[in-house]
Nanobody, 127 residues
Framework: QVQLVESGGGLVQAGGSLRLSCAAS????????MGWFRQSPGKEREFVAA????????SAADSVKGRFTISRDNAKNTAYLQMNSLKSENTAVYYC????????????????????WGQGTQVTVSS
């Protein structure tokens, strides 16, 4: 099992940047694909980005491509989401998620593919 703890959320003005972190427990972090999702009030949870266990493969939602970057540091058991050029519509609770996989390229975008979830961190973008 793995426990996930997000941090780095907060209030930022439109056009600003934030970096979210997702710290994972355990010594097998490199066997997990990591994903970021978000949920706004009244909306369904949506995919943001995912990164393979090695970091060699990534995927991102069209709405964030070119502005958000997912990365990971397996030595620190941490995944990151760098968010630039933030917009008011990016306001949401952001969740990181993990799924164990033997594949080095697996980057699922559907939330039901993930087995472990963090508690979420609030990101508020003021216009």
């Amino acid at each position: 099992q793995v426990q996930l703890v997000e941090s780095g959320g907060g209030l930022v003005q439109a056009g600003g940047s934030l970096r979210l972190s997702c710290a994972a427990s355990g010594r097998t972090f490199s066997t997990y694909c990591m994903g970021w999702f978000r949920q706004s009030p009244g909306k369904e949870r949506e995919f943001v980005a995912a990164i393979s266990r090695s970091g060699g493969s990534t995927s991102a939602a069209d709405s964030v491509k070119g502005r958000f970057t997912i990365s990971r540091d397996n030595a620190k058991n941490t995944a990151y989401l760098q968010m630039n050029s933030l917009k008011s519509e990016n306001t949401a609770v952001y969740y990181c998620a993990a799924v164990a996989t033997g594949s080095t390229w697996y980057v699922p975008s559907r939330d039901h593919a993930y087995d472990y979830w963090g508690q979420g961190t609030q990101v508020t973008v003021s216009s």
